[in-house]
Every structure is written in structure tokens, then in C-alpha cells.
């Protein structure tokens, strides 16, 4: 199985991204080849502009769906966004490790959807949901907090976490993916980026390491997430039947 982490935090160094370490780890030693998108360490742009598309589809005014659409078409994407689809399309599981920010992902992530997922290429108006282009490959989320699990319920101080990743997860169905439920790391705090400010601490999340380890080799033991697709819907898009929110 071919595996890809897509890292979005600022530093290498923290807890975030020992856990790309730890699953890389993990997975190698599975029998598993890996792959690494750190979008903060290799620079990834997540602003979509005009200056992104040459030569453009129509000047003056910048339609961002047309110009990916015309940049797909003709091959001429951004290196950039070519090389991270080209790692999106070798992978069998994609593995999105990011901190929980202003209760969603960090914009860098959010910027990466924008520009990554490719109007006309990887969608079209009915290559989506669960005849999506990444059918049959799997995505989960691994997110981390510094704030404690018992928080994030609903009514909780940290709001309950399946709507904080609701928009994430539903659009990684949208591509088509298989979505696993997700991977919560709480309680990750500590001075600076070194996490091991005491033996309680260290202790903590050398569990949480471990932990991580676990639920990534035994994935086949997950069902994934139910959405509805297209034949849950009527012509208009609205639900044939009830649908639990």
C-alpha cells in the first residue's frame, strides 16, 4: 500500500509532525511505502490568484474553476499542484496530520483544498461524492489539541469534534475518498516545540505516539464514515429521505 501524510503545521519539530514520523514508522514497517507533503517545509503557496495560470484562459477578470479547468485541460498546472496531485493519485491512503485552529484546519490546509482538488480534473459536475475520482482509496484525519478530550462534545468547551472536521471530511468524500473516522490526539501542550517538559508529559505522549501507531495498522478494522451520494438525492440535490444530521 502506498501511503501519503499531508503535514500542515508551521513546525517541524512539533508534536504534529512526530506523529508523520511515527506513522511513517509504523507504516514502513508494515510492509507499507510512504510518502511526506509538508506543506509548511517545502513552502506551498495556498493562495489561488491569477498569477497562478499562464497563459490564462480569459484576462481581466480572474474566474478561479475556469482557469484550473484550462490549466488541467492544457497541462500546464503549477509544479507545485502537479506534484502534489501526482502524490495524491500514487497514494492508497492519504493521512492529514494537522492541529484543530479556531475550530477548523489551518488555512495552509484549507489553501491546499483550493488549489489542489482541480476543477475539471479531479472534479466534474458528476465525478464527485461517491463517484468520485479517488474512489476506492481512503483518507482519515489525525488531529491534534491542546485542550483535553473531555471538551470536545457537543455543548462542550471545545465543541464536538465531527462538526469541527464535518466540512473536511465531507469534501474528501466529495473527491471521493473513503473517509475513516478520525484520529484525535488531546491535551498536546508543552514549552516551545520539545514536548518533554516533564516525565508526566513525556510519558503522555509517547502514549499518544504509540497510540497513533496502532490505529494506522489496524485501518482495516475501520468503516468508514457514512455520506450520502448520489442516489440519495432527487434532481434538485435534496435528501429522498431522512437523513441524521
Not at 517545509?41 to 474566474?63: H, I, L, M, S
Not at 489551518?106 to 475539471?120: E, H, T
Not at 502514549?207 to 496502532?214: G, V
Request: glycine share 10%; with cysteine.
Amino acid at each position: 500500500m502506498n501511503v501519503l501524510f499531508v503535514l500542515a503545521h508551521p513546525e517541524r519539530a512539533s508534536f504534529n509532525g512526530a506523529l508523520v514520523d511515527t506513522g511513517t514508522a509504523a507504516m514502513r514497517a508494515a510492509g507499507h511505502s510512504v510518502e511526506i507533503s509538508d506543506l509548511y517545509g517545502e513552502g506551498f503557496d495556498p493562495v489561488e490568484k491569477a498569477q497562478n495560470y499562464a497563459p490564462r484562459a480569459q484576462e481581466g477578470t480572474f474566474a478561479p474553476l475556469a482557469e484550473q479547468r484550462h490549466a488541467y485541460k492544457q497541462g500546464t498546472l503549477c509544479p507545485e499542484v502537479r506534484r502534489e496531485i501526482d502524490r495524491l493519485e500514487r497514494a492508497d491512503l492519504v493521512v492529514f496530520q494537522f492541529p484543530v485552529w479556531w475550530h477548523a484546519m489551518p488555512a495552509m490546509l484549507k489553501g491546499w483544498f483550493d488549489r489542489v482538488f482541480v476543477s475539471g480534473g479531479l472534479y466534474t459536475s458528476r465525478m464527485r461524492y461517491d463517484e468520485g475520482y479517488f474512489r476506492g482509496r481512503r483518507a482519515i484525519c489525525s488531529v491534534t489539541s491542546g485542550a483535553p478530550a473531555e471538551t470536545f462534545v457537543p455543548g462542550g468547551r471545545g465543541g464536538g469534534l465531527d462538526q469541527i472536521l464535518w466540512s473536511t471530511q465531507f469534501s474528501l468524500h466529495y473527491m471521493g475518498f473513503s473517509v475513516l473516522p478520525p484520529h484525535a490526539t488531546f491535551g498536546v501542550q508543552g514549552h516551545g516545540y520539545a514536548y518533554a517538559d516533564d516525565d508526566a508529559f513525556a510519558d503522555h505522549m509517547e502514549k499518544a505516539k504509540n497510540a497513533f501507531a496502532e490505529r494506522l495498522t489496524h485501518l482495516d478494522d475501520d468503516t468508514p464514515l457514512r455520506f450520502p451520494g448520489w442516489a440519495d438525492w432527487d434532481d434538485t440535490g435534496r435528501p429522498l429521505r431522512a437523513v441524521n444530521s
